[in-house]
Structures are given as C-alpha cells and as structure tokens.
C-alpha cells in the first residue's frame, strides 16, 4: 500500500533509523572550527593592537605642515626648467667621480652655482657623507668621492644659484 507517495516498507525503514554516532558529532565538529578560527583571529588582533602605536612616522604633524612647502618648492624647480645629468664614474674600490652637468631651460650651461650632494646609505645608518662639487665651466661640476663601503647609495644634489634651488636624487652603485 503507498501512502503518502511512498511505499509502506519505505516509511517504515526511515522512521526506524537513528542517526549514527558520527552522525550527531558533525554539528560540534563545524561550531568546535568556528571556534578555532575565532580563537586565532582574535589572538592575532590582540597582538597587532598592543604592538603598534600607530605611528608610521614621527613628527607627522610636522611634516604634513610642510608638505605645502615641499609642492611649492616642486613647483618653482619645475618653473626653473633647469636640466641636470649625474653621471658617476667608478675610479677605484670604493671610489669614484660625480659629474653634474647643469643646463638652464634655453640649454645654456649654468655656470657659478653652488653644488652641494649629500651622499646617503639607504640600508644603514652613520655612513652618510656631504661633499662640494667644484666647477669646471661649461656647466660642468665634478667631484671624486671616496665612500666608507661598496654597495648602494643615494645622491641627494642641490644646486642654487641666485637665489634660485635645483634639487635632484639619483641612486649610485659604487664596487
């Protein structure tokens, strides 16, 4: 006899089943992962809020006052048109010569200026150096360097003339 659109030994046989003992562990075993899970994110969120002032830099306040100044001063080298070319040349270990070469925006060479690079160990601190660039006419300013290691550094040039500031950042390979 069917009842219910099944067979009268089909209902009988799902009635009679119990679920089987793994069977009444799955739910436990989902809300026992959720709390694993839980317990490890809430761990890692504990740890990163006690470690970290939230501070990226010091004197942020600061130097976000003088962001304007830095844009303005972008602004006026831009105006300038000044043309600048570093070229380094290795000499020995551990030393070697920079050329500048400075055009004005109508390509004339500026002579007369005052050069100045900052010679800077982007992976260590204590190693950074200034130095004078001399001129040699023609818009050329030259300087042999010797530095304290070999490996990378940052050459931070600022050349003025009348009151006027040109800044360039190249980075140097030095062997």
């Known amino acids: 006899m069917i009842v219910n659109g099944l067979p009268r030994s089909a209902r009988r046989t799902m009635q009679s089943e119990q679920p089987s003992r ?5 739910p436990w075993m ?6 694993v899970v839980l317990a490890a994110n ?3 969120v504990a740890i990163a809020l006690s470690t970290w002032t939230g501070l990226s830099t010091t004197n942020a306040y600061q130097k976000g006052i003088t962001y304007n100044r830095t844009l303005e001063a ?7 048109g000044w043309q600048a070319e570093l070229v380094f040349t290795h000499l020995a270990e551990q030393q070697g010569r ?3 070469f400075l055009k004005n925006a109508a390509g004339a060479p500026i002579d007369l200026a005052e050069v100045r690079a900052l010679l800077v160990r982007p992976t260590q601190q204590g190693h950074d150096f200034e130095v004078h660039l001399e001129s040699r006419g023609g818009g050329q ?7 304290p290691m070999a490996g990378i550094w940052d050459a931070l040039l600022r050349a003025e003339k009348a009151q006027q500031v040109f800044q360039l950042q190249r980075r140097l390979l030095v062997h």
Do not use: S
Not at 30 to 35: C, D, P, Q
Not at 74 to 80: D, G, I, K, S, V
């Open 30 to 35: 989902f809300v026992a992962f959720l709390a």
């Open 22 to 26: 793994i069977d009444r562990w799955i």
């Open 74 to 80: 972008a602004r006026a080298q831009a105006a300038l």
């Open 141 to 147: 300013y030259t300087r042999i360097i010797d530095v």
């Open 42 to 44: 809430g761990t890692l």
């Open 98 to 100: 920079l050329d500048l």
